[in-house]
């Protein structure tokens, strides 16, 4: 049946014959589509218009913009009051809302020749106030011509959450430039909304791509990072209390030890543990929310005289986060028991003008050498003897990273000859647990991470 057919024979007073013209018109795609409005806007025949709404709505993503440019034009259409009346109550029952005022509201914004900032506050707007309804408008800018408007598109998409996933995969599986930004909504969303195809191919691209990838190490300016000499993996990520391990290439280790560098600890939802890497197993981060408050260490806390007063001049939130980590065991008391469960245990931290940083090495439950150095980078302190690792630096002036290089492994001390067991996975926090799971965009290759990366230490 030609596309001329089926529209004609959206007129037949059969059923059956209808619903073969609506099969056929859906399968035309695009080319159905100004067919399809005109007969929404101008048929007589309530049997017809429904048969056209029928075919828009399984067009979905392919009818989005035409409808949206259609509402953005009701205002202005020409005709009497009941033909208007008549359009506006065919297009509530297809797009499922009550009135059509907001709707037009934002395609009248969103219009192909809109300004940019209508734009972006539409896609906004229909996120920060939980929009579900208008995912359709949405869907229309995720493929606008400027970057923030879609991103700003998918970020709205990802604050409404799984109601919008069946939306987002249709644009997915559609051939619309959207879909892969429909793509990006979902894993922010949750990894778990994504097609089995999508996961399928992921999954086979990060397991090509982390057996082929040198040996680099992940640190980022604000990262800590722990050494653990194991190749152990499952051991280690019980120690840290983490768990639903996924394959990760390093450029996604990268972002994740970036994002955690720039929130609290508490907050993680996943870290990047890595291959073992001449025997040392890295991780990428401080995860600590698996660890249960210790009340008794608050009151101890706040028995002493000193500490108590430093506590009350902090802000009722900043008072919170204090509480929370004194409630807990130290970083450098984490690291001698991790010192006992595995040989020896190391962090390291880069400090900047905002946090501090220094270095902690631990060996069968004792700390051997500590070194701190605070957010005003002040003085080096140093705690216990010389470590070997130390030989030959001048330890005021020197990275971290070099350190690790001499103690553990480093930037400078992983390369081509350099072995290499198993391979990196990203893994979820109790944190990460609680919220839902794996979720987020991240780069696969380092490529797309190029502009960032500098040398440290």
Avoid at 84 to 102: I, K, M, P, V, Y
Avoid at 197 to 225: G, I
Avoid at 298 to 325: A, N, P, S
Avoid at 376 to 393: I, N, V
Wanted: glycine share 8%; hydrophobic share 40%.
């Amino acid at each position: 049946m030609s596309i001329d057919d089926a529209i004609a024979e959206l007129e037949s007073a059969e059923e059956h014959r209808r619903q073969a013209a609506v099969r056929t018109l859906i399968g035309a795609g695009r080319q159905a589509i100004p067919a399809m409005l005109r007969g929404l806007r101008e048929s007589d025949s309530t049997s017809t218009a429904d048969a056209c709404a029928r075919v828009l709505t399984g067009l979905g993503p392919l009818a989005y913009r035409p409808l949206v440019e259609l509402l953005a034009g009701m205002r202005a259409e020409p005709g009497a009051a009941a033909i208007a009346a008549r359009l506006e109550s065919r297009l509530c029952r297809l797009l499922g809302l009550a009135t059509l005022d907001q709707a037009i509201e934002y395609s009248e914004g969103i219009r192909v020749g809109a300004e940019y900032s209508p734009r972006y506050r539409v896609a906004c707007d229909i996120g920060d106030n939980g929009r579900t309804e208008y995912g359709f408008v949405l869907a229309a800018l995720l493929d606008d011509e400027e970057d923030n408007v879609r991103k700003a598109a998918a970020r709205s998409f990802a604050a409404l959450g799984t109601d919008v996933a069946p939306l987002l995969r249709r644009i997915r599986r559609s051939p619309l430039p959207a879909r892969h930004m429909a793509l990006q909504a979902l894993a922010e969303i949750g990894w778990h909304t994504l097609d089995s195809e999508d996961l399928r191919l992921l999954h086979r691209f990060v397991t090509s791509e982390s057996a082929r990838e040198a040996p680099l190490n992940p640190v980022v300016m604000k990262s800590l990072w722990w050494a653990l000499p194991t190749g152990d993996q499952g051991a280690v990520l019980e120690a840290f209390g983490l768990s639903d391990p996924v394959p990760a290439t390093i450029a996604m280790g990268r972002a994740v030890a970036k994002r955690n560098g720039s929130i609290n600890e508490l907050d993680f939802e996943r870290v990047y543990v890595s291959a073992a890497l001449d025997g040392w197993t890295l991780v990428f981060g401080d995860p600590t929310s698996h660890i249960p408050r210790d009340e008794q260490r608050i009151r101890e806390y706040l028995d002493d005289e000193f500490t108590r007063g430093l506590f009350e001049l902090h802000c009722d939130d900043m008072k919170e986060r204090v509480l929370e980590r004194v409630a807990r065991p130290s970083i450098d008391e984490r690291c001698a028991e991790l010192s006992s469960q595995f040989g020896a245990a190391h962090y390291y931290k880069n400090s900047d003008a905002y946090d501090w940083g220094g270095w902690c090495i631990a060996e069968n439950g004792e700390i051997l050498r500590r070194a701190y150095r605070g957010d005003d980078l002040c003085d080096l302190d140093l705690e216990g003897d010389p470590h070997p690792s130390e030989q030959g630096l001048e330890l005021e002036s020197v990275g971290v990273s070099r350190i690790a290089d001499s103690a553990s492994v480093g930037p400078r001390s992983l390369g081509p000859d350099s072995r290499v067991t198993g391979h990196g996975v990203l893994a979820l926090t109790a944190r990460g647990r609680e919220v839902g799971g794996h979720r987020g965009s991240l780069p696969l290759t380092l490529t797309a991470y190029a502009p960032s990366i500098r040398p440290l230490g």
